[in-house]
């Protein structure tokens, strides 16, 4: 189930967001319930103010994983997808249905014309969500990232358009 995140999921939301192998390609892992309350707050609060729309992915009553579409320009009509889940839910295809029910909130209830996503090129499992969905690699950020492997890292910029999603859906 796709449904706002609140505070109260705080507990389940470290799980994953305080797991360095999930935060290997992302920001630093959250340390505590308190870091990631505040987490959950700012997601809530950009919402509120219409920033973003960001959702949490429900199984079996535990918070899995959160996923969104930030970095949301109206006046351009478009906006950036971000997600992260639990290691132990990798594999299954969840990530895969959640973004395909944020896409097609995106593309009709917000009016997007484009969906961006920025992935580190060694991110596998990102960068074969992406293309799964649809997404066209357009371009590469040469070692635009220094990453906890004391390495610069590339960057990929992934683009999905309107009228290509509408295709894809026949
Ligand atoms: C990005 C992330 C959410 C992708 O997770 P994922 O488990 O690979 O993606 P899905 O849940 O869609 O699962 C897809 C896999 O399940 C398999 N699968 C099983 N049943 C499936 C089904 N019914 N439908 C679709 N896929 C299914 C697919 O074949 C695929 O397997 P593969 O990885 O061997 O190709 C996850 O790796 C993650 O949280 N990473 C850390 C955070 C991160 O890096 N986020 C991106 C930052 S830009």
Known sequence: MLREPTVADAADVLVFRGDPDVQ??????????????????????????????????????????????????????????????????????????????ILRHGFTAMRLHRVQAHTIAANTRSVRLLERLGFTREGTLREFSLETDGRY??????????????????
């Open 153 to 170: 890292h590339d960057s990929v910029v992934f683009g999905l358009l309107r009228p290509e999603w509408s295709a894809r859906r026949g």
């Open 24 to 101: 290997r390609y992302n920001d630093d892992p959250l340390r505590t319930v308190a870091e990631a309350e505040a987490f959950v707050e700012y997601l809530v609060a950009e919402s509120a103010a219409d920033l973003r729309r960001h959702w949490a992915l429900e199984l079996d009553g535990t918070v899995i994983g959160l996923m969104g579409l930030h970095s949301w320009h109206r006046q351009h009509r478009r906006a950036e997808v971000g997600c992260d889940m639990a290691a132990a839910h990798w594999g299954r295809g969840y990530a895969s249905e959640a973004a395909a029910a």
